[in-house]
């Protein structure tokens, strides 16, 4: 059984920081390319960060580019996402993701999905 486990999120000013965990078990996950979304009220399901399951390249959202940062610990299978200089507009549900096939940007090229934990960012 598939399963992922979101955790880190909370309430946090901005200008602040959060790290957010992802930890995956029932699959290979050094294999797995690996995705951070999230989904703010009343708004679709967004990209925000990837990494490669080999290399470790890394890819995101221009919204975050330069504030977030991905990693992962295929030891520990666990995928990170690291949040500095956070904003209200950041405020939303962030779900951790296995990349399955497609653009690395949209969430149906991705499998298995966490059920989220909640960043609230307050001005």
Known sequence: QVQLV??????????????????????????YT??????APGKEREFAAGILWRGGNTYYADSVKGRFTISRDNAKNTVYLQMNSLKPEDTAIYYCATFVEGSYYASPSYRFWGQGTQVTVSS
């Open 6 to 31: 979101e955790s880190g999120g909370g309430l946090v000013q901005a200008g602040g920081s959060l790290r957010l965990s992802c930890a995956v078990s029932g699959v290979t996950f050094s294999g």
């Open 34 to 39: 690996m995705g951070w979304f999230r989904q």
